[in-house]
């Protein structure tokens, strides 16, 4: 897997429509990477990103995790800060790194999710199961306790503050919603599907429980809405602090 990192210009008009619009920035990603059909894109590239702002430094940088190397030269001129003071784009490989990863290693994390869950998916009259639909978790005991399961679930625990608590050594900070819109305005009105999803950004700690699963949780993220900047987990080192 590659992990890019492109400080973005925040002066350029591109730049400010993208980071206004997740479809947008999505479209500007993918240009990136050759053009699959969009039901085997997933599949094929297993492409995540993050855009991180307000980290200290002026300039919006954008995270893209993927299984091919991207070419950047696609985006339009500008797009990329001509003077961040180290390489930019940059790329590097991360097996080395995953190489490394062994169950009970303790890791910081950081995850920009979408926590959800699914309503109305009875069973219909005619015998079938219904899809339902997606809300947001509001409370922040609900977004932890679904990236608990969701540890669960992708091979690695939530680690405690303290041996008998109950609560994570984790940050939870929601953000402003993440929105954009959908297809090509209508002839006939202008309307465009407008997308809307919650973020949540979690920090905290980790520990690899089950490191197959937790190295498919990596490749492929965690929760919905991947494609419009959530799921991409990042990882660490962690060291305790010296009592």
Not at 22 to 37: I, K
Not at 87 to 115: H, M
Request: aromatic letters at 6%.
């Amino acid at each position: 897997m590659i992990l890019s990192r492109l400080f973005l210009n925040p002066r350029s008009r591109d730049v400010r429509r993208d980071l206004a619009d997740c479809q947008q920035m999505h479209r500007a990603v993918m240009s990136a990477f050759p053009q699959v059909e969009s039901d085997a894109a997933r599949h094929e590239l297993i492409v995540l990103f993050r855009v991180e702002e307000n980290l200290g430094n002026s300039l919006p940088v954008l995270l893209v995790q993927s299984r091919l190397r991207p070419d950047w030269s696609h985006l339009p001129v500008g797009y990329i800060a001509a003077n961040a003071e180290t390489p930019n784009p940059d790329s590097k490989d991360l097996a080395r790194g995953w190489e490394y990863l062994q169950p009970g290693t303790t890791l910081n994390f950081r995850l920009r999710a979408n926590p959800t869950r699914k309503i109305e998916t009875k069973t219909g009259e005619d015998g079938t199961r219904r899809n339902g639909r997606r809300v947001e978790l509001r409370t922040e005991g609900e977004q932890i306790k679904w990236l608990t399961r969701r540890g669960e679930a992708g091979g690695f625990e939530v680690i405690s503050v303290r041996a008998a608590a109950t609560v994570p050594n984790l940050r939870v900070t929601e953000e402003a919603k993440r929105s954009g819109y959908r297809g090509e305005p209508r002839i006939s009105d202008g309307f465009r599907a407008r997308l809307t999803f919650a973020s949540v950004l979690f920090e905290g700690v980790l520990r690899i429980t089950d490191l197959d699963k937790f190295r498919l949780t990596l490749e492929q993220g965690l929760g919905s809405a991947k494609a419009y900047g959530f799921g991409l987990l990042s990882i660490a080192p962690h060291r305790p602090q010296a009592l």
